[in-house]
């Protein structure tokens, strides 16, 4: 199964940027790619997607107009370029993949990297 390793996490002032890498063991253009977040107590949720096709991109809920989210599938990877960060935006970042999009909904995505910390202060 594919393995997908995160990195690109850390510490940064409200207002700051930062930007996620993801880099999947696998050709990632086989799979539908997200990121997702989870803050202590807090359930997992949904931030941004890209699909296989096309190139479509979906960045949800209230980090539209900050986040981005970009594929290389040259590099089998894909980012998430974070700016003007606050700190509700503190959680754990954890790239997932699918090899078929149903939903933005955590249960139903099928590969999981370990995450990344991100912190806003």
């Known amino acids: 199964q594919v393995q997908l390793v995160e990195s690109g996490g850390g510490s940064v002032q409200a207002g700051g940027s930062l930007r996620l890498s993801c880099t999947a063991s696998?050709?990632?253009?086989?799979?539908?790619m997200g990121w997702f977040r989870q803050a202590p107590g807090k359930e997992r949720e949904g931030v941004a997607v890209t699909y296989t096709r096309g190139g479509d991109t979906s960045v949800v809920g209230d980090v539209k107009g900050r986040f981005t989210i970009s594929r290389d599938d040259g590099k089998s990877t894909i980012y998430l370029q974070m700016s003007s960060l606050q700190p509700e935006d503190t959680a754990m970042y954890y790239c997932a993949a699918t090899v078929k999009y149903c939903s933005i909904a955590a249960e139903d995505w099928n590969y999981w990297g370990q995450g990344t910390q991100v912190t806003v202060s």
């Open positions: 696998e050709p990632a253009y086989r799979y539908d």
